[in-house]
């Protein structure tokens, strides 16, 4: 794996740019950049402040001219650990599994040691030797995502090391204010890897789970609301791009059930902001009508919806939503069905798109008894007292149909 | 810009630092707020702004008399301000509005009693409004838009001077509204947040006390972020307050507590009558209305898309959404009705058979699994009283009440 030919940064001797309205350098790639007036609004940032600030008082003293005049650092770490750091913790042994030289706990190279994620950054500590431009980060992001099909180690330890490192690639990103095209493709890969260990972590077991679960839903909402406005921030009169309309629609999902806690606004207040464009788009459209079967508790139509039409993405986001709905039914079936017809559990089960076998596990766990009517079929006996919220909160039963999706 | 000579602009000036210099030893609050308020673009303060566009050296005029000099920093604020408003250069005039507005707060703070309040809030107000135009100047020409977010600020600033135990605290709450639609207008509704724990839960502050209008408006916005939140009950108490107190004469405000409460009466089942919907021209309801009625679920959605930017840009489109089952149990409603009259034996078995067909008739194609999942929700949700026999693919309707009404409370609470 050669990553020693990095590209470096535009800028040789200076490392600090002044970069006046309009005139930017981000990267190497001149297509990538777009117009100024969208990209200088762009100010919200996942984790840390740009090296300097602008604040409204240095503006009113501008006699009136409006310049937004901020330097931003570029970055000119060509691997994908600065030396220093790697040197460091060489020294103190800090360095993870996957950036050990053959096991050896104070031992890294350049091909393994990647800058970790450092919360305490004063604007005043950062030097441009630190900060790795972007095609640098690229490299090191496709470096990471590589390591999740690892299978030499459970998945809690590649996820955190992943967790971290990318945390540290958003850090570089927000300190150069990079926000082209290129970088939407980060960031989507990013969240890509959030939602899909959102879904890996549930599988997983150990008392380390419910924090690490926890906090990387509030690295994904993090991160989710940069790509927005970088979205935004690249937008051309009412253009989408790409991928928009799918990370859009994550956004809802994630905030079907309003009492939630997730971070960020209400969804009303959300829809609001949506271009036309995409508030009309297939995948809006989508989980829009997911959120009116969800709000109303039809749970026929939100399974099997997801069944037929979610891509993958949404599908790792929706399933502790299906976990509720198929709950929700039994409780909602045991709870109106006629005492002397038992439900059949075949049924049951094409309803809430699962296995017999699975759905008869519910029912358990939802405190329900199931038996055997006189023609041999499972059914369940409805009118039971004994309804509970089923206690795991993290068991999931496969949802029929999601083999045709891609991932 | 009728001609002007100098001699007649240097007497305009003069007047007009009279007439300030005046109201503010006599402690004259309505002279005061005349003499500030831009937007109300009155003959005196334009022709005062030709004149400073024509002398062009008003602060030396300022400088050489005592009584002026006293308000030096200020008036040379101001003057700086309307003169460039005069010739719509709305950013300059923006930001040494924002000069003067600070000035004259600190001047404020020194007066012990609350006599300019009246004159604060004529700041207040024009401030953001020269923020807004402002931030269309920057937009068209192609510059990010942040005036309004700096006015913001400012006005927390003047908040936080009135936020003390004298008589001067009855003013927060136009402050606050104002922030309010600072706020809004700039979509950061959180922001609210921490002005709203400090009028509610700080104990200088009285609701009582503040005068009557401005409680309309704070409980106008405050009724909305409950709309936002999905709070019904709240959202019902708070804009209601605001339509039982607003001024009856002042229709466009109405209409506009209106278009936010009811979606909320909706929704707990209270429906307007259609004079109230005409008289304050509602007419994006009048479907809604309709459609609740009569059972219409295509009626419904139907509305539903006809006006979904407008439901949508104003945050009530998800409220409106939920009214489906509502919608479903009128329907119901009515085919139990109907089957009473053929035949009452056996009206209140609703076949899941016939329920198809009337939603078929209504252009909705659904399964008898889809009938059967609508049902079981009606019934657990307490929208209709029975049992469902799913074998005999039938539901049972209780003998007594089979479609209680909702009370004021929304549906499955």
Known sequence: MNRRNRGSSSSSSSSRVSNTYGNRQLSDNPRAGSGGGAIDSFRRRADVVPVKRNNDKDESDNKGEDLTDVSFI?????????????????????????????????????????????????????????????????????????????????????????????????????????????????????????????????????????PMHHLNME??????????????????????????????????????????????????????????????????????????????????????????????????ISEPHIREMRSVAVQYINSVCYKLQPYSLLRLSQNLMMKELDVESLCHDCGLETCTDSDGFTVLTTKQSTFRSPED??????????????? | MAYV????AHRRITEYLNRFCDAVSYQDSSTLCRLLSFSSNSPPLLSLADALN???????????????????????????????????????????????????????????????LEALYVVCYEIRVLAEKADKELTSNGKSPEKLKAAGSLLMKVFGVLAGKGPKRVGALYVTCQLFKTYFKLGTVNLCRSVIRSIET????????????????????????????????????????????????????????????????????????????????????????????????????????????????????LVLEKLELQVYQRLMKKIYIIQKQSDPARAHQLKLEVIAKALRWLEMDMDLDEVECIMTILIYKNLVKGYLAHKSKVVVLSKQDPFPKLNGKPVGS
């Open chain 1, 74 to 210: 570029v970055g000119t770490c060509s691997s994908m650990c600065p030396e220093r750091e790697r040197v460091t913790r060489e020294r103190l042994r800090d360095l993870a599994v996957f950036e050990r030289l053959y096991g050896n706990p104070s031992k890294s190279s350049t091909d393994l040691a990647v800058k970790k994620f450092c919360r305490t950054l004063s604007a005043a500590d950062v030097q441009a030797s630190d900060v790795r431009p972007l095609p640098v980060l690229e490299e090191t992001l496709k470096y990471l995502l590589s390591l999740l099909d690892s299978r030499e180690h459970p998945f809690e330890v590649v996820h955190d090391f992943i967790f971290d490192r990318t945390r540290s690639i958003r850090q570089d990103l927000s300190i150069q204010n990079l926000a082209n095209e290129r970088v939407i493709y980060l960031y989507e890969e990013m969240v890509k890897f959030h939602v899909i260990s959102h879904k890996r972590l549930q599988s997983c077991s150990g008392t380390s789970i419910s």
């Open chain 1, 219 to 316: 690295q994904l909402a993090k991160t989710l609301t940069s790509l927005y406005n970088i979205y935004d921030a690249n937008r051309k009169s009412d253009s989408t791009h790409e991928n928009e309309a799918e990370f859009r629609s994550l956004y809802v999902l994630l905030h079907l059930n309003p009492s939630s806690g997730v971070m960020g606004e209400p969804l009303s207040l959300w829809f609001r902001k949506l271009t036309f464009a995409l508030v009309k788009s297939k995948e809006i459209c989508f989980v829009r009508n997911l959120l009116r079967f969800y709000r109303m508790g039809n749970y026929k139509n939100f399974l099997s919806r997801i069944a037929s039409e979610a891509t993958y993405l949404q599908y790792c």
């Open chain 2, 202 to 317: 700080a104990r200088i502050f009285d609701f009582e006390e503040f005068p009557k209008r401005d409680k309309v408006t704070y409980m106008y916005y405050t009724g909305r972020l409950e709309v936002f939140n999905e709070n019904f009950p709240a959202a019902d108490t708070k804009l209601s307050y605001a339509l039982q107190y607003c001024n009856p004469k002042r229709e466009r405000n109405i209409r506009m507590i209106l278009k936010y409460l009811i979606p909320v009466k909706l929704s707990i089942g209270v429906i307007p009558k259609d004079e109230l919907l005409q008289n304050y021209n509602l007419h994006e309801y009048t479907k809604i209305v309709e459609a609740l009625r009569k059972g219409d679920l295509r009626l419904l959605r139907h509305a539903l898309q006809e006006h979904e930017d407008r439901f949508l840009r104003s945050g009530v489109y």
């Open chain 2, 54 to 116: 024509l002398f062009q050296d008003a602060s030396g005029l300022i400088r050489q008399s005592d009584k002026f000099s006293e308000f030096g920093e200020i008036l040379a604020h101001l003057f700086r301000s309307l003169q460039s408003y005069r010739v719509g250069n709305l950013v300059e005039a923006y930001l040494a509005f924002e000069k003067f507005a600070n000035a004259f707060v600190q001047e404020f703070r020194n007066w012990e009693s609350a006599w300019a």
């Open chain 2, 5 to 8: 000579s100098m001699g007649e």
């Open chain 1, 393 to 407: 909160k993290f068991k999931v039963y496969d949802l029929i149909g999601i083999e045709r999706m891609k991932r």
